[in-house]
């Protein structure tokens, strides 16, 4: 009879922790998430873990003055000091100018090469491509393994509290998340498949059903998000583009209002997940034929904007994640449609855990391993007035002031690198537009020479 006990008090343990499970699950997830309130527990949880990492960084501080060692900060502003970014005119202009004699003939100057050699040597040093798709480096420790060897001065406290973060974030947080993360999705299929039978109203319904998974999911992430501007937010029949860091960008949007996403369609979990989506909101997803036909996509896009009743087009122009410390080039392609455009920008803070995706270092759900096994994952999102076309203006100078007005909310760097350097090489289009750029410089030194030569040759002896 006793085996027969132990068998009835293990499931009676099993079915009390069940039931406590999704009590809680209930109470402090579903409800705020369906009901958009907030019980505050995240705002304690992140004030709490900014006092622990300032305490960590003032003990590495005495730690390394102990040691008669000084204590380094990362260059966030670079390794060089540099001045000012002038233009290749103005550069050649000032060397030029600085000169102490002037040739009568446009012919190929010596001291031009100092401003080719110390570009070159700039950008060998500090490249502003190569920093933007590395890890950001943090100015104190996190406590976060990942991030140890740059702060070697730990004593004996420090490391017990390090440890004992380990065993929190890998023994209570993580599987809390993944679990949350798995009952999110499981919901929001179920329920968004069971909307797309609905014959009226599955849209209205569709995007109740997409807020609630979002906001799963960001519940899974312990996301801390802090909007800004909500007077500017994303209108129906419009465009809405970000900078872009992660695929939970996605995510961190849609759980404040909902978009169509464009993508390509996928296969297996992926693939399930977007069926179920398209039944229950407009998103367009292209076959991987169809993504080739760029006059295919556009017209696609187009019908959908012109379209006042369906949501916003969520799209993020620089085609690639970066670290979020600088925003690269915007394609046109979104530009190029006539609609109302709607900038967001996105900030993250690296101290509780590095929410960039370097895709050609972690796969996709390495990546989501980590942000799930890191502290919290913290951003502040600043919706921009809409943007429009300018009289005169095309696609490619729409882009650049759009992304201008976006780094500048966001406080990044504006490059205008394509992304796609991240994995090719660089054109021989910017090479030649560097040797177009100096060749209208020797000429226009030419006829600057011409035209004072005449003046000289016309003006009288006696003037």
Not at 18 to 31: N, R, S
Not at 398 to 424: E, P, S
């Amino acid at each position: 009879m006793q085996p027969c006990y132990s068998r009835v008090s293990l499931l009676l343990c099993l079915g009390i922790t069940f039931v406590v499970w999704f009590t809680i699950l209930f109470v402090i997830i579903t409800v705020p998430a369906v009901l958009e309130v907030s019980l505050g527990i995240h705002r304690f949880y992140i004030r709490t873990l900014c006092r622990v990492f300032e305490w960590a960084t003032l003990q590495i501080e005495l730690s390394a003055k102990q040691k008669n060692r000084q204590f380094s900060k990362p260059h966030t502003k670079g390794i060089l000091s540099k001045s000012k970014p002038l233009s290749v005119q103005e550069n050649m202009q000032e060397l030029r100018s600085s000169a102490h004699s002037r040739r009568s003939e446009p012919q190929f100057d010596m001291g031009d090469v100092i401003y080719f050699c110390r570009k070159g040597v700039e950008s060998i040093i500090d490249d502003e491509v190569t920093k933007s798709f590395s890890a950001q480096e943090l100015e104190s420790w996190n406590l976060l393994t990942r991030s140890i060897r740059r702060f070697p001065h730990r004593g004996l406290r420090l490391t017990l509290l390090w440890g004992l973060g380990v065993l929190i974030r890998y023994g209570i947080l993580l599987p809390l998340r993944v679990i949350l993360a798995v009952t999110g999705i499981f919901l929001f299929v179920i329920l968004s498949t069971s909307v797309g039978f609905l014959p009226n109203s599955k849209f209205f319904l569709g995007e109740k059903v997409h807020l609630m998974g979002y906001r799963f999911c960001v519940k899974s992430l312990t996301a801390f998000i802090t909007y800004h501007n909500s007077e500017n937010r994303p209108k129906n029949g419009s465009i809405c583009v970000a900078n872009h860091t992660t695929p939970l960008d996605v995510i961190i949007l849609a759980n404040d209002r909902c978009y169509s996403l464009v993508g390509q369609v996928h296969r297996g979990l992926l693939g399930l997940i977007q069926r179920a989506m398209v039944k229950s909101s407009p998103h367009i997803w292209f076959e991987r034929a169809e993504v080739k036909d760029r006059h295919l996509v556009a017209k696609r896009l187009c019908d959908h904007a012109a379209d006042k009743t369906k949501q916003p087009i969520l799209i993020f122009p620089e085609g690639t994640c970066v670290n979020n410390t600088s925003v690269m080039m915007f394609k046109k392609g979104s530009f190029e449609i006539g609609c109302t455009i709607f900038p967001v920008a996105i900030k993250y803070d690296f101290r509780f855990g590095d929410a960039y995706w370097n895709s050609s270092k972690f796969g996709l759900v390495h990546h989501l391993l980590r942000i799930m096994s890191s502290w919290a994952l913290v951003c502040s999102v600043w919706y921009l007035p809409p943007m429009n076309r300018e009289e005169g203006e095309d696609a490619v100078q729409f882009a650049k002031r759009v992304k201008a007005a976006l780094a500048a909310q966001a406080g990044l760097a504006d490059l205008t690198w394509d992304g796609g350097l991240k994995r090719t090489k660089v054109k021989d289009a910017f090479k030649e537009e560097q040797q177009r750029l100096y060749s209208e410089i020797l000429l226009k030194v030419h006829q600057t020479q011409k035209q004072e030569k005449c003046f000289e040759d016309e003006t009288p002896e006696g003037d």
